[in-house]
Every structure is written in structure tokens, then in C-alpha cells.
């Protein structure tokens, strides 16, 4: 093993790729910095083998991200060197050592999940921990619910909530005409004011930073359609003054703004509904289009100065001839705007045949679909149901399904039961981080998909 000291700080050769020779055991210890002595046994020689371990070892020493820096150095031996060093050693440590910044490859947000699952000899990690605790990921990430239906709310929704692990939700409130719009409002305002100890108002990226920070979650306030607005611009002033920070712009059908996805046209937003994109960027009210037609989905990406969002939708590739979902262009327009699309977890929006041919799995099909589609900085989560799930909350066949078959149309295709097992609970996003875990999904791509590509669209979007 090889040891270089620069300046009192000590490094270390941990890995020596597997080429002819037996793996080898390497031993590191830096009483610098007060780390124990940790052995391993590398078999192979991809990098993601020292990836993984970088992100063990970080852990496993409670290296804090926002002051130290991981890196690897390949030398010219085809040795690999691990490195601890503080952001404001590093500078100075490069000039001691003559080494060229281009030389260092930056290790953030690797893990586990970043190996070749496929590659056989993988298997030879498997005596070492697990790096990044995928549970433990989920427990210190930003985790955010694009759409959660509010109806009824009670104390069975406050302990699921806390069961959840959410920082943040968009609360969709029941809609109607500007009076119940504003009536619902009021309603959250105070139940968020005599609950100060569980929930935050959510008017800025910020609150749900510091929602997490105190242990809350922040919640924000919205709406599915916009006839509340009803045929005034100036109501817009009004709803955002009462607290409203979402709104979509259609809701299956037609509206003063637009159509919508169930409509038999195809017109896409009106002038009013165009007038009404502008004054909701200029406010901060985002535009969400979920349940929007194609052509009105295509115009509020088009007509919006700021990304729109999809905060509750499916992909068209994956679920074809389903009007909820979304083509593959207009997610790619989307994305390209700075937008975020919600993965739905309503599960006979994924796919037919619910429990056969649509599981789980489905549903991370949709989110890499929309990742390789969008990028992996424009997809999250979402329910479009209670925060119990479905079940807990009370749905039956007879007060669910039946009345969906003529409320919506045909095209919709429901089903009974309508949820997938695994996101009808209150854990729901630690199955899917544990399958994107295992899809081969970075944890900082994973942190991305809980929550913080939607913190990123918050503060692109919000005024306050």
C-alpha cells in the first residue's frame, strides 16, 4: 500500500484493480481525520466496485457532504486512490502534489445501485455492507407527493402522513366556482395554523427546506380546474392572495381556458386561456396540465414563460390510447421548458390488467420511460389519491368504481380494484426508491426523483 502526505493529511490507496493477480485486501486508516481501520475485498476491476466503496466509506465515517469532498486519482501504476480532504485544503493540496485538476474524478451521488447488476461477478460484493441504505437515503431525502387528494381529511390522514416520510405535498382541494375555491382555502389556512407543530404553508422552495429541517411537512395549496377562476382574470389576484400556488388548467373537459383530455375536440387553450397562463407566470401560480387535452397540453408548455408542470400523469409509450397520458414530445417540450412530470400511482392509469400485467414494476417503467425521455432532472412523484391510500381511506367497489364508470368515459378504462399494492400504502415511495435502487438508479438520481428536481421547479416558478 502506498501512503503520499501533503500538508499533515494523509491518503491512501484502497482498490488495486483485479487484472492477473489475486484480489487483493487493502487497509485504510487516517488518525488525521480519526477514521478506523476498514478492510476490503474487491473482485473485478470496473470502477463501479470503487464507487460503491467511496460511498460506504463516506458513510461509514459521517463525511459531511457540505464540507468534504470524495475523489479518485488514478496514478500511473493503475493504482486508485481514495481521498478525504476539506474544500479548503483542496486547492493547495493539488499544487503541493503537482497533479492536474483534470486528473481528479469527482464521486457524488454514487452507490450500490450504481453497478452492472448484470455482470456476474457483482455477486462478490454482496459479504460487504450494503453502501447507501437505500431506507436511509429515503429517510434524509427532500420527499415530495405531486398531487394528493385532500377530501375528508381527519386524524387518520395526520398519522398517515407521518407514516410517510413526506416533506411536502400539493394539496388538490375541491374546486367548483371561485366561492368553494375560497372557502377551501380558508379551510387548509387554518387547519395548517392549529397544527404549527405538523404542518407548513408551502409558498416557496424554502418552506419545504425548512419543513424538513423541523421535522414538518409543507403543504401546497391548488387546484384541478380552473373554472374557479370563472370568467375573470382578476380572480387569479384573488385565489393567489388566498393562499393558491398550482393550478391545472383543465380538468377532463372543456373550459373558458381550454379542452380538456376527454373532450371530443381537439382546440387547444383559448384567448382567455392564454391571458390566464400569462397572469398565473406573472403571479406564480404554476401551470399544471395533467388532465389536459393534447392541444392544450402543447399551447401551456408553448404559451407559459416558465416551465409547466405535469404534477400527476403516466407515459403514452408505455400506456397507449389512454387520455391521460402524455407522448413522449410533449413530455421532451415539457422538460425542455424546466417543467416536472409526476409519475401517477393510480394504478389502472399505468397499465391493464392490474396485478398481472401491471405491477410495481410498471411503474418504474414509467419513470425511467420518462427519464430517458425528459432527463433525469424533470420526473417525480405522485398519488392522485388520499394520503392512506385507497383502501385505508375507504374506497369500495360500489363507491369507487361504479360511479367512474359514467363520470368518466369509457376511453379511461378503470378498473377495479384501481391501486397497486405497493403505492397503496402509506411507504409507497420507499418501494419505488427500492426498485429504482435496484433498477441500477444513482442515489442522487433517486434524491432527484423524491423530491428535488421538484424544489428546483419550485424555485423557477414560485414569486414567494
Not at 397572469?279 to 401560480?285: A, D, F, P, Y
Request: with cysteine.
Amino acid at each position: 500500500m502506498r501512503v503520499n502526505k501533503f500538508d499533515g493529511i494523509t491518503f491512501f490507496i484502497v482498490v488495486q484493480p483485479f487484472h492477473k493477480t489475486k484480489p487483493v485486501t487493502q487497509k485504510l486508516t487516517n488518525q488525521t481525520h480519526g477514521i478506523l481501520p476498514y478492510r476490503f475485498e474487491v473482485f473485478g476491476e470496473t470502477q463501479n466496485y470503487l464507487q460503491a466503496i467511496v460511498l460506504w466509506l463516506s458513510r461509514k465515517i459521517n463525511i459531511d457532504k457540505n464540507s468534504s469532498l470524495l475523489y479518485v486519482v488514478k496514478s500511473q501504476l493503475n493504482y486508485s486512490t481514495i481521498m478525504q480532504i476539506k474544500r479548503r485544503d483542496f486547492v493547495k493540496i493539488l499544487a503541493l502534489a503537482g497533479i492536474l485538476p483534470e486528473q481528479f474524478l469527482p464521486l457524488q451521488n454514487l452507490g450500490m445501485n450504481s453497478i452492472d447488476r448484470n455482470d456476474p461477478s457483482a455477486d462478490n460484493l454482496k459479504s460487504m455492507p450494503i453502501p447507501g441504505n437505500i431506507d436511509k437515503v429515503y429517510d434524509e431525502a427532500i420527499v415530495h407527493d405531486g398531487l394528493i387528494i385532500t377530501r375528508n381529511w381527519n386524524e387518520a390522514s395526520f398519522e398517515a402522513l407521518q407514516k410517510s416520510g413526506y416533506t411536502g405535498f400539493n394539496a388538490s382541494l375541491d374546486s367548483g366556482n371561485l366561492a368553494n375555491a375560497l372557502k377551501n382555502l380558508n379551510e387548509w389556512q387554518n387547519r395548517i395554523k392549529e397544527n404549527p407543530g405538523r404542518l407548513v404553508l408551502a409558498k416557496s422552495a424554502e418552506d419545504f427546506i425548512n419543513a424538513k429541517k423541523e421535522k414538518k411537512v409543507a403543504v401546497m395549496l391548488g387546484f384541478q380546474n380552473s373554472t374557479i377562476i370563472e370568467n375573470s382574470i382578476d380572480n387569479l389576484d384573488t385565489l393567489y392572495k388566498a393562499g393558491t400556488r398550482w393550478m391545472q388548467l383543465t380538468y377532463n373537459e372543456r373550459n373558458l381556458l381550454g379542452d380538456g383530455c376527454t373532450e371530443r375536440t381537439n382546440a387547444g387553450l383559448s384567448d382567455f386561456g392564454i391571458e390566464a397562463v400569462a397572469r398565473m407566470n406573472e403571479l406564480g401560480i404554476i401551470i399544471d396540465l395533467s388532465h389536459c387535452g393534447v392541444q392544450t397540453t402543447n399551447d401551456g408548455i408553448k404559451f407559459s414563460k416558465t416551465g409547466a408542470s405535469i404534477n400527476h400523469s403516466m407515459c403514452e409509450a408505455l400506456h397507449k390510447n389512454h387520455p391521460r397520458a402524455k407522448t413522449d414530445e410533449q413530455i421532451r417540450a415539457m422538460a425542455d421548458k424546466g417543467g416536472v412530470m409526476g409519475i401517477i400511482c393510480l394504478g389502472y392509469m399505468i397499465g391493464p390488467n392490474l396485478g398481472i400485467d401491471t405491477t410495481l414494476e410498471t411503474y418504474v417503467d414509467h419513470i425511467a420511460h420518462a427519464v430517458k425521455i425528459g432527463g433525469i432532472d424533470h420526473v417525480g412523484l405522485a398519488s392522485d389519491f388520499a394520503i392512506q391510500g385507497l383502501q385505508a381511506s375507504g374506497a369500495t367497489r360500489e363507491n369507487w368504481y361504479v360511479p367512474r364508470l359514467t363520470r368518466f368515459k369509457p376511453s379511461y378504462k378503470v378498473q377495479w380494484p384501481p391501486w397497486i399494492p405497493e403505492l397503496d400504502t402509506t411507504d409507497r415511495y420507499r418501494h419505488v426508491v427500492r426498485l429504482l435502487d435496484k433498477r441500477g438508479f444513482s442515489t442522487g438520481d433517486i434524491e432527484k426523483i423524491l423530491g428535488q428536481n421538484w424544489l428546483r421547479f419550485f424555485r423557477e416558478t414560485l414569486k414567494s
